[in-house]
T-cell receptor
Framework: GENVEQHPSTLSVQEGDSAVIKCTYS??????FPWYKQELGKGPQLIIDIRSNVGEKKDQRIAVTLNKTAKHFSLHITETQPEDSAVYFC?????????FGSGTRLQVQP | DVKVTQSSRYLVKRTGEKVFLECVQDMDHENMFWYRQDPGLGLRLIYFSYDVKMKEKGDIPEGYSVSREKKERFSLILESASTNQTSMYLC????????????FGPGTRLTVT
């Protein structure tokens, strides 16, 4: 089946710095790559996604890049703020389902 | 706003009990999903349903069953709860044309003692 590996498992940055989370996937047929943010006590929320026909997508302070040849994609958060502190999950589609990475706990220090 | 609600935030059950976890969505979504979330393992798909009375197994269906009698409701059933089913259970839904854009409920933390 599909395998999605996510690194790092924890990330601590100073407020205002950038944060990068990386994922690799195994199925070359995957063509949809979402990122979810899970705040404490809540369910994951879709924050950005990218499809295989583009290499980069931005939404304000958040960007995602995709390298289909290498089968990896990354989440970039610039000018981090304390409210960015959460667990982030990457995912890739496989058949009719999503396979999720193991998650990254991001802590933004004020 | 899409709303996915789960019947309980916290649940404590004994080994061998039959457990029902309920999920309701109010956006007329065709697809519904059950995941379990464990530290270091991310979210793992248990079952999903793309229509009423339809279901498909996910990656870890053993020990679970599901029921979808109405479009808005998707139930996860643990026929005989075991301690290794202690976990956070997350329900999600999505539109037919946007299978992968999933909206999650707040989760049910189930403890089996």
């Amino acid at each position: 089946g599909e395998n999605v590996e996510q690194h790092p498992s924890t990330l601590s940055v100073q407020e205002g710095d950038s944060a990068v989370i990386k994922c690799t996937y195994s199925d070359s047929a995957s063509n949809y790559f979402p990122w979810y943010k899970q705040e404490l006590g809540k369910g994951p929320q879709l924050i950005i996604d990218i499809r295989s026909n583009v290499g980069e997508k931005k939404d304000q302070r958040i960007a995602v890049t995709l390298n289909k040849t290498a089968k990896h994609f990354s989440l970039h958060i610039t000018e981090t703020q304390p409210e960015d502190s959460a667990v982030y999950f990457c995912a890739a589609n496989f058949g009719r389902a999503l396979t999720f990475g193991s998650g990254t706990r991001l802590q933004v220090q004020p | 706003d899409v709303k996915v609600t789960q019947s309980s935030r916290y649940l404590v059950k004994r080994t061998g009990e039959k457990v029902f976890l309920e999920c309701v969505q109010d956006m007329d979504h065709e697809n519904m999903f059950w995941y379990r979330q464990d530290p270091g393992l991310g979210l793992r798909l248990i079952y999903f349903s793309y229509d009423v009375k339809m279901k498909e197994k996910g990656d870890i269906p053993e020990g679970y069953s599901v029921s979808r009698e109405k479009k808005e409701r998707f139930s996860l059933i643990l026929e005989s709860a075991s301690t290794n089913q202690t976990s956070m259970y997350l329900c999600a839904s999505s539109l037919e044309g946007a299978l992968y854009e999933q909206y999650f409920g707040p989760g049910t933390r189930l403890t089996v003692t």
